[in-house]
């Protein structure tokens, strides 16, 4: 069964600081991978995604991710952030299951807080 | 607002008895997901539609659970005799699967909260 890990559970960085959160997955075939965002009070929000080809995808907001497959991880970047960055973040698999039938599965997500 | 719309956002209810939510999906979008998210942890998935064919249901989706799409359009989720267990944000998403595509991408609704007392 496929899982996703994403190590950091909490975060906090002053502004300007620069981002990474992990995620890592578990699957051995062909991956979709997302990166998602719930700012508070609101509904999770696509923030990027990676289908194929060039496996640096930037998002939106600054934020990009690099699908390094070798690794099966899918680390989201940021140079630079913003108070208004203060979000949480979920990491999440989409693959075929062995009957043919996509399946998306969701990491416990990274609780990002900057501070001014 | 052209986004995902879930009914109600908020519900609360008492052990045993029965809700019901609703999901409108994207209007175009052909397929649509349902996930349970509790506290601390990402959404959970529960099952999803291609217009009108449920084509999976996870094991958390236990008989006390019924969703359906009649018309290929919106959708409900119906859990019967509710437990405190239940008590969860219960997200909708939809997305636009096409012919050759192998992928697609989901967009959320806002969620009902389903508190059981």
């Known amino acids: 069964a496929q899982s996703v890990s994403q190590h950091n559970h909490h975060v906090i960085l002053s502004e300007a600081a620069s981002l990474e959160l992990g995620c890592n997955y578990s699957?051995?075939?062909?991956?979709?991978l997302f990166w998602y965002v719930q700012y508070p009070g609101q509904h999770l929000q696509l923030l990027l995604k990676?289908?194929?080809?060039?496996?640096l995808v930037k998002g939106i907001k600054g934020f990009e991710a690099e699908f390094i497959k070798s690794k099966f991880s899918f680390n989201l970047r940021k140079p630079s952030v913003q108070w208004s960055d203060t979000a949480e973040y979920f990491c999440?698999?989409?693959?075929?299951?062995?009957?043919?039938?996509?399946?998306?599965?969701f990491g416990t997500g990274t609780k990002l807080q900057v501070i001014p | 607002d052209t986004g995902v719309s879930q009914d109600p956002r908020h519900k609360i209810t008492k052990r045993g008895q029965n809700v019901t939510f609703r999901c409108d999906p994207i209007s175009e979008h052909n397929r649509l997901y349902w996930y349970r998210q509790t506290l601390g942890q990402g959404p959970e998935f529960l099952t999803y539609?291609?217009?009108?064919?449920?084509?999976?249901k996870s094991r958390l989706l236990s008989d006390r659970f019924s969703a359906e799409r009649p018309k290929g359009s919106f959708s409900t989720l119906e859990i019967q005799r509710t437990e405190q267990g239940d008590s969860a944000m219960y997200l909708c998403?939809?997305?636009?699967?096409?012919?050759?595509?192998?992928?697609?991408?989901?967009?959320f609704g806002p969620g009902t909260r389903l508190t059981v007392l």
């Open positions: 699957y051995g075939g062909t991956v979709n």
């Open positions: 998403a939809s997305s636009l699967r096409t012919s050759g595509g192998n992928t697609d991408t989901q967009y």
């Open positions: 539609f291609q217009n009108e064919a449920q084509l999976e």
């Open positions: 990676y289908f194929s080809g060039d496996p």
């Open positions: 999440a698999v989409n693959a075929q299951d062995s009957g043919g039938y996509q399946k998306v599965t």
